[in-house]
């Protein structure tokens, strides 16, 4: 039986996002309730949403009153970016039970998509069960202590020395994360689509710029292996 | 803040079931249906057309210091590729990453 190996090097892949999570739970921990959230409440967000950025949109919204529907069209905005991951995880666990998928959607996280995904493209050979153990390791300290972290900021409060460059953990998680991707010319394109195209599209409201540039930088990617693949035939 | 709270447990419990929903609609719905190749390809590239979008904003306008650009963001940003590129370990990566971020920030910034 090969699923504990693949969990704990599931477990193992998702250890170093700690170095994220933890700082990143206390803040939004702090920032909810110097908002005027209770505990409960900011626990609620935590729990129940569990994306950093979208609960961090959403309570800033708050904080400026703006009406409901408008945060939860603005903070779901934010997080459209995981159905392209529900997408691109689909070829790889779509033949797993349905609640099994359910479990995954709950759990899905930028950091755990992107260690998964890096996993199931270096290792093909993977069973469909092989690559939900990997997935629910590298969950398996990340999510906890989402909750526990927010927790310690909404209990504990303002304890952290200000001024600590915290906010840049996600930057340097992620590069950790996309640099080892860049295996292709075309996965390299894709990348510079990406950055080029957030840029560009800096103007358009509700966070819907970086879709736009990642819909480009796809298609930027599937056509250049397109044409390599042609070529490579030729 | 005015809203009251059933407001922003409406807020809470929808953004919640919205973002299940979003996180579960290609998985939930595709199950083991095959897709076609073409959607597969541009599939692919998810990961690295999302991500480098996403941060970029981040090291080059960070939201900490008001969207000035700062050298200590950008020279650990610099360093976190130069450690992957030569370590090609994401766990050292990111260690090193926020080692040379900490030592930037207090040489330069303190």
Redesign the interface.
Known sequence: MTFPRDFWLGFR?G???L??IIPFGIVFGVVATE???NVT?TM??SI????GA??FV?VQL??E?AP?LI??AT??AV?????????????H???IA?WE??V???F?V?QA???A??KY?TSPELTPRQKLAYYMGVVTPVCPMWYGATYGGASLGDMIPA???I????????????????RSL??VV??????V???VF?FVPFNLG?LL???L??????ET??QMTKRAAR | MTLSSAEIWLVIVGLGLGSFLLRFSFLGIIGNRDLPEWLLRHLRYTAVAVMPGMITPMILFPAATGGQFDLVRMGAAIATIAISLWTRNATLTIFGGAGVLLALHFLIAA
């Open positions: 892949a250890l170093p996002f170095l994220v908002a005027g959230l409440q609620g967000f129940l949403v569990i994306a979208a609960q959403a708050l904080v009153n409901v945060i939860l903070s779901l997080n459209l970016r995981m159905a392209m991951y529900s997408a691109s995880l689909a070829p666990l779509g033949q349905w998928r359910a995954v959607s709950y899905m930028d998509y992107a260690a995904i890096l493209e001024g600590l460059p906010d840049f953990a996600v930057p340097i998680t992620f590069l950790a994360l996309i640099v080892p991707m860049l075309a996965h894709a990348a510079l689509v990406s950055i195209g957030v840029l800096a970086l540039a990642a819909l930088a796809m298609v930027a990617g599937a292996e397109r």
